[in-house]
C-alpha cells in the first residue's frame, strides 16, 4: 500500500489561530517530508525527518513548527500565519534518506489564511 | 542557471501522438532523477525512476544523458488522461532533497 495521508484536506484559519496538520504512512518508510507548494509553482522543501529526528529545515519561519511523534506520524503546528503562507502543503515518505529513495505524495492540505 | 529546467509547455498534440519532454541539470554529482505527474490541484505522483541505462514502463521511456546533463521523457500513444503536468526531479548529491523543474503543461485534445 503506498499511501500517505493527510487530514484535513482544506483549511481556513485566522492569523491568530492555532491549527495542526497531519500526516500518517503505514509504508514503513522511514524519512518525511513536508513540502509547500503556491499555484503554478513546483513544490518547495520545508522539513525533513529522517528516523523520527529532524534533519533538514529549509529555514522555514518559527511560525511554522514540525512534530514526529512516531515513525508513522509527522504534524505540521501553525502558529500566527500571514496571507502570503496560504498554499497547498504536501507531505511525503520515503523508505530512508538515500538518493534513489522515492518519494511518495500525499494528497495535501489546502490551507487558506485570511 | 536553475538548477533544473523544463519548458513549462503547455505542449498541445493530439491524441495518438508521441511527444517528447527535456529537462536539464546544473549539478553534475546529479546522482538521483524522477519523472513525477501533477495533476491540477492533485499531488505530484511519482510517474518512474531514470536510470543511466534508460528505462521504459509502458508507454513511457526515460532516458538519462549524464554527458549533456538531460533527461528526457517519451510518450508513445498519447491519451486524454495524459493531460497534466510533467515535473522533472532531480538530487543534486547525495541525500534525499528533491529539486524540482517548474514542470511542463501536456494537453492532449481530440
Known sequence: ?114 | RKEVEQDPGPFNVPEGATVAFNCTYSNSASQSFFWYRQDCRKEPKLLMSVYSSGNEDGRFTAQLNRASQYISLLIRDSKLSDSATYLCVVIPGGGNKLTFGTGTQLKVEL
Open chain 1, 1 to 114: 500500500d503506498t499511501e500517505v495521508t493527510q487530514t484535513p484536506k482544506h483549511l481556513v484559519m485566522g492569523m491568530t489561530n492555532k491549527k495542526s496538520l497531519k500526516c500518517e504512512q503505514h509504508m514503513g518508510h522511514r524519512a518525511m517530508y513536508w513540502y509547500k507548494q503556491k499555484a503554478k509553482k513546483p513544490p518547495e522543501l520545508m522539513f525533513v525527518y529522517s528516523y523520527e529526528k529532524l534533519s533538514i529545515n529549509e529555514s522555514v519561519p518559527s511560525r511554522f513548527s514540525p512534530e514526529c511523534p512516531n515513525s508513522s506520524l509527522l504534524n505540521l503546528h501553525l502558529h500566527a500565519l500571514q496571507p502570503e503562507d496560504s498554499a497547498l502543503y504536501l507531505c511525503a515518505s520515503s523508505q530512508g534518506q538515500d538518493s534513489y529513495n522515492e518519494q511518495f505524495f500525499g494528497p495535501g492540505t489546502r490551507l487558506t489564511v485570511l
